[in-house]
């Protein structure tokens, strides 16, 4: 418990890594309306380790950024070592996702998939825990089995987990299917391991804080979507969704970050607003933006439409504008986003299955395919191509595997032969784009100039 209590500070209020969405500006946001301990996005540990610049922009940070955890996923003890070795100096501890449960997961052999592979898991986490000076903590989801979920749970702590947290909800619980978390498995699991336990899921608001808390006698707990809907949900407050997307919008000018992230993180600050059929064209002008100059404009037309409303000067109508008759709060309030239970999914999907009018879709050897394949089939098909480029692609094969040649590749390799060609040689690669030669030249220079300077602010 030293390490939750004096390393940590013993948080309480935690917000969850969450790719694309938990970047330094977002972390800064949200410290700042009562986050106790934040997370990096799951960063990939072999990318982490072949790549300088991914590396520098993931461990972006900053003194206020504190206590922070970086997220790896892989599943090759060395490989994660090395990448934690490297991001050490930079954190309180280091996470190994094992709760993904996404597709890209499963190609990749990592989080959720590795839930049944506990000899490669205690190898990972043994090896770390020797390997770094900092304690290393896992995030898991629940198997369906309470017994087998509490084995798990007393596996990772025995084999150097210094603390755990519990999603509670199996790695079939995604998507429409996502339901209620099970807080009885969390407090299983308290009852069955020494170490400290943060309990994931169903927190929307303050008082699911405390309730859990009481409930189950975790020592934190960690929130995903409540805190993108409501990045104050720690304070117990409902914001007009423009007093946090304003701040986070300045913090984005002195920490950036991809525009896809903004444009996500505005899309789920104003959701309630944006839902409301009569402001269709500013949900299509959000989705179009792509400069802070374009956000900056958004959120300010945004509050100058509600503040009226906000401030009393006008009544509001929950009745007169669709879409909103359901909600506790006026729609341009921060509030949780409330995802309908999976048996309505389902009981949607049996009813589409029955529907003799459903559509099938096939490809174009009469195997089935989803709808969305389709899609991409069709999106395929109508994309214009340069009668030459094919001609050359369909006569020529890379030089080590089966894919298509790379047209201008130097080294005539397709692209992921060219990319670890480049890595292991040291080479850049116009064709495909690929700096590695001269990014790691850069990094070498950037990393002498400040050693030079002695101008480093490191987290440590
Ligand atoms: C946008 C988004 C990105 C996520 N990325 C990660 C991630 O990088 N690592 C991880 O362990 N979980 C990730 N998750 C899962 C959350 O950390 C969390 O376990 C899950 O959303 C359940 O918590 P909630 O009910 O509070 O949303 C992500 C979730 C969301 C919504």
Redesign the pocket.
Known sequence: MNFWKETLGAPTKIV??????SELAWRLLSRGYGAQLCYT??LHSSIFCKDPKYRKEALASCAEDKPLIV?FCGNDAKTMLEAALLAEDYCCAIDI?L??PQAIAKRGNYGAFLEDKWNLLQDIVSTLSKGVKVPITC?IRIFADLDKTIRYAKMLESAGCSMLTV?GRTKEQKGPLTGI?DWSYVKAVRNAIKIPLIS????QCIQDLNRCIEETQVQGVM????N?YNPAIFLGENPPAWEPALKYLDLVDIYPCPTSFVRGHLFKLFHHVLAIPNNNNLRIQLGAANTMGDFKKIVTHLREMYICYHEGREKWDPMTEEGTENLILPPWLCQSYMRSPPEEHLQKTAVDNCNEHKRHYEDSDGNPISRKRMKKLRRIARRPEKPEMLASRSLERCSLCANPLGSKCEYKLCKKCCKDKCFTENLDCEGHRILVKTRREMAQYFSKKRSDTDAVTCVS
């Not at 994931?200 to 927190?203: H, K, M, P």
């Open positions: 969850a890594p969450m790719v694309d969405a996005p799951m997220q996702n709760g993904c995030k999603h978390a994931n899921g169903n927190i929130s995903a979507e409540g993108l």
